[in-house]
């Protein structure tokens, strides 16, 4: 589609014409706008605390790229999804900057994971360095990446903490994968998806304030409620635990107000400890530092593994299942029919071992290993969900015998830290589809 002399702002304020989508990325061209992010417990008709704002991004105006979302499916059509990106967080930077935000205020910043691992286009460099510096950064992901990939997620959210910066899971509850995928991330903030806030009634209501909460309660993070426009809103937000809000009752996405710079904020968005990082261990190591191991065969460690695969079919609360199996030729038949059927309502099922296409079976995700792969000598089944975790970790001892009489020293855990641990090794491992 072409526009033929609209006129748009670029990042240094510069006038230029508009006529494809190229035009809007080659000028960066976007502009940002802001929404508070206040504390439910302040907030009365005549003053709220604000200790954040979250940036959003607006294509120019009066062009077909002026809503968002047309703008980054332009963008992905042209291959240049992960460059938009980097542009959209470097204006809302730019503007938290030039705007003088105080070191109290947190700056919400959405971000695609993929887009993190791209570098950064040489000439945002400088205000992405400016912005480490100076503002306090919580970047926003969404779950979609875990299918796609999963390592992606959980390397952004590593690279966003490496800055000094918090991370937040956007959209909680909008899918039952997300609830799954918290663990994983390890948010500071959780954000409940704005159609819970508004409708938080039912099972499934139910179902996402209780895993929020248990995760809250566990990590220490807060918990936003998004979409609160009414005061029903704002008590639905509350009932469910959150502590921030963010929506219309408090305040439309606008410019920063004029007096933001002069503000005297006490820090209202506090991050949690980060979760420890693999640093290339397999499952077996992490757990076998921490638990004493035993000797067992394979017969004796089957129903071990049966027991964990029972526990990921739970489609109220579906679980990640991730399975190394050494060798492709160990994922026999019925244990493909077991893994077909859990895949069907799971959050992510992943297999690895060796000759294992990218689909060994219906809605499993493969990873092969090459030979000398240090994962190739484990035998390991892990299952994360929003309550519960468990791990079987084996380390094959060699024999040459009988298959069911290979022996293995294993260690079986349900530390819920230890078995997160071992289960984010396991999702470096996975390739991208």
């Known amino acids: 589609m072409q526009v033929v002399g609209a006129e748009a702002r670029d990042m240094e304020g510069r006038t230029t014409i508009i006529r494809t989508v190229e035009d809007v990325l080659d000028a960066r061209a976007v502009t940002t706008v802001f929404q508070p992010i206040v504390r439910l417990d302040s907030w009365n008709h005549r003053r709220q605390e604000v200790v954040g704002y ?25 291959g240049r999804l992960a460059e938009l990106d980097w542009v959209c967080r470097a204006a809302a930077y730019r503007a938290a900057i030039d705007a003088g935000l105080p070191a109290g205020l947190t700056l919400f910043v959405n971000a695609e994971p993929a887009a993190l691992g791209v570098p950064c286009p040489p000439d945002l460099a400088p205000t992405i360095l400016d912005a480490q510096l100076r503002l306090r950064v919580v970047t926003e992901m969404t ?21 000094g910066w918090g991370v937040a899971l956007d959209d909680v509850g909008a899918e039952p994968a ?28 139910a179902r996402v304030v209780n895993a929020v909460v248990a995760y809250a309660e566990r990590s220490g993070g807060a918990v936003l409620a998004e979409g609160v426009e009414t005061p029903a809103h704002l008590a639905a937000a509350l ?39 693999p640093g290339g261990r397999t499952p077996y190591e992490i757990v076998a530092a921490r638990r004493p191991t035993a000797e067992a065969t394979k017969r004796m460690l089957l129903p071990l593994s049966r027991y964990l695969e029972a526990k990921a079919q739970d ?11 050494q060798e492709g030729r160990y994922l026999t038949p019925a244990t493909a029919r077991r893994y077909a059927a859990i895949a069907e309502t799971a959050a992510l099922v992943a297999v690895l071992g060796t000759e294992l296409p990218s689909a060994p079976v219906p809605g499993v995700r493969g990873t092969a290993l090459a030979g000398d792969d240090p994962l190739r000598g484990e035998w390991n ?53």
């Open 381 to 433: 089944v892990i299952v994360v969900g929003p309550h519960f975790a468990g791990a079987l970790v084996a380390r094959d001892l060699a024999d040459t015998g009988p298959d069911a009489e290979r022996r293995f020293t294993y260690a079986l855990t349900y530390d819920r830290d230890l078995v997160l641990d071992a289960a984010r090794a396991m999702l470096h491992w996975i390739v991208p589809t």
């Open 54 to 78: 979250e940036a959003l991004t607006r294509g120019p105006a009066g062009t077909p790229w002026e809503e968002p979302l047309r703008l980054f499916e332009a963008a992905a059509q042209r």
């Open 315 to 325: 489609p109220a609360e579906p679980p990640m299942l991730l399975a190394s199996f």
């Open 143 to 163: 779950e979609r990446a875990i299918g796609h990939d999963p390592a992606a997620l959980l390397t952004a959210a590593e690279a966003c903490r490496g800055s």
């Open 178 to 205: 997300s609830l799954s995928v918290m663990p994983f991330v390890h948010p500071d903030v959780v954000k409940l998806d704005r159609h819970l806030t508004q409708d938080a009634q039912g099972a499934y209501a």
């Open 239 to 277: 009932g469910m635990g959150a502590t921030l809000g963010q929506g219309w009752l408090f305040g439309r996405p606008g410019p920063l107000p004029p007096d933001v710079a002069g503000r005297r904020c006490p820090l209202g968005v506090p991050f949690v400890a980060p979760p420890s990082s």
